[in-house]
T-cell receptor, first 116, second 112 residues
Framework: DADVTQTPRNRITKTGKRIMLECSQTKGHDRMYWYRQDPGLGLRLIYYSFDVKDINKGEISDGYSVSRQAQAKFSLSLESAIPNQTALYFC???????????????FGPGTRLTVL | QKEVEQDPGPLSVPEGAIVSLNCTYSNSAFQYFMWYRQYSRKGPELLMYTYSSGNKEDGRFTAQVDKSSKYISLFIRDSQPSDSATYLCAMSEIGNFNKFYFGSGTKLNVKP
């Protein structure tokens, strides 16, 4: 079974709808992240959480919110979806790397979201 | 100007060729450099990481960092069709756990 799972894998919705993307992990990591990937722009950080009580905005948090329900679960919400939020969304987890204090991030399979 | 620049490709090579993938960056504070491989319809997976300058080898893969030129490379020897994927470089400042800067990825196709 995959260590990092995302649901749904694909979603088509309409402008103005509320959407929730969910992420679960069995790696036992404290740190979780949400990224979006757009062609030509690479991965951009939306939100990150270092533990259940810690939520931080990333590079492009406007229009998004998150909830860390448990160590293993981190959800991303689009309160009122708009077409330019059409993208591939990835959840990632991390723990401190061995030997030095830098993260190694493990990614889920992604959710392809289309906003019409 | 983007923090990290990467040629999107696609790069098409015959099986067995040596592949060179590259990224340039602008932030001289970057000291942790990573290469991720992303297969179609999958999430990125960490391939290699290096700390500061120099080379690191892992099997057919070699990561190279030239901090003076702000340039990193990934070399793949004896490329295989299974290496066909998008390769993303990523980098961060030491101790800045929340901020990885990703390149946009280079799509590689290794033809049998």
């Amino acid at each position: 079974d995959a260590d990092v799972t995302q649901t749904p894998r694909n979603r088509i919705t309409k402008t103005g709808k509320r959407i929730m993307l969910e992420c679960s992990q069995t790696k036992g990591h404290d740190r979780m992240y949400w990224y979006r990937q757009d062609p030509g722009l690479g991965l951009r950080l939306i939100y990150y959480s270092f533990d259940v009580k810690d939520i931080n905005k990333g590079e492009i948090s406007d229009g998004y919110s998150v909830s860390r329900q448990a160590q293993a679960k981190f959800s991303l919400s689009l309160e009122s979806a708009i077409p330019n939020q059409t993208a591939l969304y990835f959840c990632a987890t991390s723990d401190l790397g061995q030997g030095f204090s830098q993260d190694t991030q493990y990614f889920g399979p992604g959710t392809r979201l289309t906003v019409l | 100007q983007k923090e990290v620049e990467q040629d999107p490709g696609p790069l098409s090579v015959p099986e067995g060729a040596i592949v060179s993938l590259n990224c340039t960056y602008s932030n001289s504070a970057f000291q942790y450099f990573m290469w991720y491989r992303q297969y179609s319809r999958k999430g990125p997976e960490l391939l290699m990481y290096t700390y500061s300058s120099g080379n690191k080898e892992d099997g057919r893969f070699t990561a190279q960092v030239d901090k003076s030129s702000k340039y990193i490379s990934l070399f793949i020897r004896d490329s295989q069709p299974s290496d066909s994927a998008t390769y993303l470089c990523a980098m961060s400042e030491i101790g800045n756990f929340n901020k990885f800067y990703f390149g946009s990825g280079t799509k590689l196709n290794v033809k049998p």
